[in-house]
């Protein structure tokens, strides 16, 4: 269906071998399949993806996990992760002999979900344990406030 909706929309050159899906190049990890972009990321700088190996210039996405899965859970794991990777956005960091050694960075913000969303909840505040512990009116109280922040900045948490 992906590569469907890309040809729909004009892109060419798109096909099973030139689009890698989730699921595809995964590693097994203490006994768990692990799905990792970065899987395919390296298939692609190998050569297993499609027997020539490529340079990836740059990670895009929505999320900071599409680009690196050490990003973090909690809001404050994930701006350290951003202040260390800095000179990395919009910018190719190292190059080898030739070989992009660490592509630029670009993200694309997507205000609907993620997993940025989980660094947004408290569930002890409303004395629970987890977040599953949470019920969707919950949710949205806790999802509200943490908006109501960007809309009023003098009320914005350090």
């Known amino acids: ?15 099973p071998v030139t689009v890698i899906l989730k699921g595809e190049f995964t590693k097994t990890i203490a006994g768990k399949i692990d799905i990792s972009k970065e899987w395919r ?10 027997g020539k190996p490529h340079n990836v210039v740059a ?4 999320n900071l996990n599409d680009l690196d899965d050490r990003a973090g859970k909690t809001n404050q794991e994930r701006r350290a992760y951003v ?16 070989q992009i050694l660490e592509p630029a960075y670009i993200t694309l913000p997507n205000p609907m979900y993620g997993a940025w ?10 004395g629970k344990q987890q ?3 949470l019920s969707p009116s919950q949710l949205n109280q806790q999802r509200k406030q943490a908006l109501s922040r960007w ?3 003098a009320s914005k948490q350090p």
């Open 1 to 15: 269906m992906t590569i469907d909706n890309l040809k729909s929309l004009g892109f060419t050159g798109v096909d």
């Open 41 to 50: 990321r390296l298939a692609v700088i190998n050569g297993q993806a499609d």
């Open 59 to 62: 990670a895009i996405g929505d």
């Open 83 to 98: 202040e260390s990777i800095k000179n990395r956005y919009g910018s190719i960091g190292k190059i080898v002999d030739r």
């Open 117 to 126: 969303e989980l660094g947004i909840y408290n569930p002890q505040a409303l």
């Open 131 to 133: 977040l599953s512990e």
């Open 151 to 153: 809309l009023h900045p």
